[in-house]
């Protein structure tokens, strides 16, 4: 095609989203049948594969981020985006530039058609990206790809990897109605990552998610790398910006580690994130990796929209946590590194989330609520999220507002009534609506 950039990528989002939202079908054969036709580009590069329930993002970023500090080209392919879907594909640690995201999809659009028309059920919007992403990363081409699991792992687009290194985040209760209702089902989804001969690479679990994990390998032959007995933190402290910790890993002991990332959780996904790239490089057979690249890495990692802090006076943070598990581990990091005497929360959320216990762990840390929406199809209408805050809250601590710039605003002013200098804004319930924050700070819309 001959449009520019910013034209190029709106084409390409046009023709993304009429395939979504599409029927998920628990197989692998679209996918399949389009990598077979492009020749399995998947197959060009190792692959570092990540599922879990929380924190998936966060730790392939860290992957990413030692693995370009020992001098390999990576892709990277995440899910969701905060702003722009150009995000999802990463060459070198950064996203790919319209014109590359365009030119993926414009490889691919007609074989997509011929698989269409092969099966019952159309390419979805998700199958369509990995696959986009696998041709971009063949084309660069990388050394590695770090591939992060749309939804469970045996049937996400993404397994078509084989990945000799399977790593899985902590898993908890999330996609209900797609993943099933209790933890083992859930692990039993994503423990489908783990093929012959890999090293599985697990953080710690809740015992019937790791009694899940342990079988798969066990089944499959693969090597099981666990937090708490093989890597682990042996210790971190807080320090200006974010932690300083000591990294027990498979090969070896590496301290005076600076992590620029808040929570106790994104210490345990850094441990996960090291053991990760000592097991694709073999490291624990042949000794623990060079500490100075090591401590590089970890110095140089960002993760966008998880306890990002976009404003001070009041300080205001973002955190694209979206369930239970992953409001605990926000509303611990918040007790832990800051001292606010006034957080007010915005709470926007999409509407087949456990709002009620999402709410309830952030509800000791927060002195108020504001709840919104978003612009997801999908997001809670204000009302009924109300409905449900008032229950956790009470009436007098929740405040409702008919758009996200509002619910900011609005936020903000009560933190700065509240003590001189004390008050914080918390904005989170969904990735969606961290990124629409994200775009309203950037555009001074949310002042």
Do not use: C
């Amino acid at each position: 095609m001959d449009d520019d950039g910013p034209a190029a990528l709106a084409r390409v989002e046009k023709a993304l989203e009429q395939r979504f939202p599409s029927r998920m079908v628990p197989d692998l054969d679209r996918i399949t049948d389009l990598l077979d036709i492009l020749g399995s580009p998947q197959r060009a590069y190792p692959s570092i594969h990540i599922t879990g329930t929380n924190g998936k993002t966060s730790t392939a970023r860290m992957v990413d981020a030692l693995l370009r500090e020992f001098g390999i080209r990576t892709g990277r392919f995440t899910s969701p985006h905060l702003e722009s879907v150009v995000e999802r594909i990463a060459l070198d640690g950064a996203p790919v530039t319209p014109e590359v995201f365009a030119a993926a999809y414009d490889d691919i659009a007609p074989y997509v058609e011929m698989v269409d028309g092969r099966h019952p059920d159309r390419m979805t919007f998700f199958e369509l990206l990995a696959g986009m992403a696998f041709v971009t990363f063949a084309d660069a081409p990388v050394d590695v790809a770090v591939v992060e699991v749309g939804l469970g792992g045996r049937w996400d687009a993404t397994n078509v990897v084989n990945a000799a290194t399977a790593v899985v985040t902590p898993i908890g209760l999330d996609h209900v109605g797609l993943l099933g209702d209790t933890v083992e089902a859930i692990a039993a989804e994503k423990a489908g990552i783990i093929h012959a001969g890999a090293t599985a690479v697990i953080a710690a679990q809740p015992e019937a998610a790791m009694a899940q994990l342990r079988a798969r390998a066990a089944e499959v032959g693969a090597t099981v790398r666990s937090e708490g007995v093989d890597y682990g933190v042996r210790s971190r402290t807080l320090a200006v910006g974010g932690q300083l910790l000591e990294l027990e890993g498979i090969g070896g002991t590496y301290d005076g580690i600076v992590l620029p990332l808040h929570g106790a959780h994104q210490a345990g996904n850094a441990a996960t994130a090291l053991a990760a790239v000592e097991a694709f490089f073999g490291a624990g057979e042949r000794g623990s990796l060079d500490i100075d690249v090591v401590r590089e890495g970890f110095a140089q990692v960002t993760s966008p929209g998880r306890l990002e802090v976009v404003r001070r006076g009041p300080t205001v943070l973002l955190d694209g946590a979206h369930n239970p598990a992953g409001a605990a581990a926000l509303a611990t990091a918040i007790e832990d590194e800051f001292d606010f005497a006034r957080l007010v929360a915005v709470v926007a959320v999409l509407d087949d989330k456990d709002v009620a216990g999402l709410l309830g762990e952030l509800e000791p840390v927060v002195d108020s609520v504001v709840v919104t929406t978003n612009t997801s199809p999908r997001a809670l209408p204000v009302d009924a999220l109300a409905e449900v805050a008032v229950e956790v809250f009470g009436d007098h601590r929740v405040l409702p507002a008919a758009r996200l710039d509002d619910a900011i605003e609005r936020a903000i002013a009560l933190a700065e009534a509240g003590p001189l200098g004390g008050g914080g804004v918390l904005v989170t319930g969904s990735i969606v609506t961290v990124g629409e924050a994200r775009r309203l700070f950037r555009a001074g819309a949310a002042t």
